[in-house]
């Protein structure tokens, strides 16, 4: 079974410019989450799906981050735009959304590097 | 305001001693708790998790201790083995917000080292 792809790896920018991250979750998984992981950091849940809905944004930054699923399969998630802050990395997980265990499978994350 | 937290930054073990890894959280409203390992620049990968209504799960050399009263989890490992160096990160879940809403709060992690 493929896990969790991610795409790109590793992403330099300048301050101010946009950046765009794609994941695509393991088949047959309807939910799917948004982390970012700064350094020295737990992950922290950005945002979350449940197929192409949104269930919780609440630790999103709306004004510069926005993300979708439009055909509740694959995501992007969005930054636009930049700031040297938002340097971290950008892990996507999904789950089956009734899994006993409660357990979510992530994917290698996108490393960003803001200057 | 840190509801999950892991308070050893790091710990040293020798190989097929027990490592004992520990977590504290504040919110009673978690209903899953669960343990990842991560290696350098890969994502997390689940290890285990506990229901809040049990006490203790266990699944061959890994066994997670809930005590609820303390609001306290903990990791076991034995014996460990050198691959067993890793970051280990303490997670919780739960409909805390509502909605189905079941993102993971996560401890800032601890960094296991297995000495030969």
């Known amino acids: 079974e493929a896990g969790v792809a991610q795409s790109p790896r590793y992403k330099i920018i300048e301050k101010r410019q946009s950046v765009a991250f794609w994941c695509n979750p393991i088949?047959?998984?309807?939910?799917l989450y948004w982390y970012q992981q700064i350094l020295g950091q737990g992950p922290k849940l950005l945002i979350q799906?449940?197929?192409?809905?949104?269930?919780?944004d609440s630790q999103l930054p709306k004004d510069r981050f926005s993300a979708e699923r439009l055909k509740g399969v694959d995501s992007t998630l969005k930054i636009q735009p930049a700031k040297l802050e938002d340097s971290a990395v950008y892990l996507c997980?999904?789950?089956?959304?009734?899994?006993?265990?409660?357990?979510?499978?992530f994917g290698p994350g996108t490393r960003l590097t803001v200057l | 305001d840190q509801q999950v937290k892991q308070n050893s930054p790091s710990l040293s073990v020798q190989e097929g001693r027990i490592s004992i890894l520990n977590c504290d959280y504040t919110n009673s409203m978690f209903d899953y708790f669960l343990w990842y390992k991560k290696y350098p620049a890969e994502g997390p990968t689940f290890l285990i998790s506990?229901?809040?209504?049990?006490d203790k799960n266990e699944d061959g050399r890994f066994t997670v201790f809930l005590n609820k009263s303390a609001k306290h989890l903990s990791l076991h490992i034995v014996p460990s083995q050198p691959g067993d160096s890793a970051v280990y990160f303490c997670?919780?879940?739960?409909?805390?917000?509502?909605?189905?809403?079941?993102?993971?709060?996560f401890g800032k992690g601890t960094h296991l080292i297995i000495q030969p």
């Open positions: 506990i229901s809040s209504i049990k």
């Open positions: 088949s047959g998984h309807a939910t």
């Open positions: 997980a999904s789950s089956l959304g009734n899994s006993a265990l409660g357990e979510q499978f």
């Open positions: 799906f449940q197929n192409n809905g949104v269930v919780d």
């Open positions: 997670a919780a879940s739960g409909s805390v917000s509502g909605g189905g809403a079941d993102g993971l709060t």
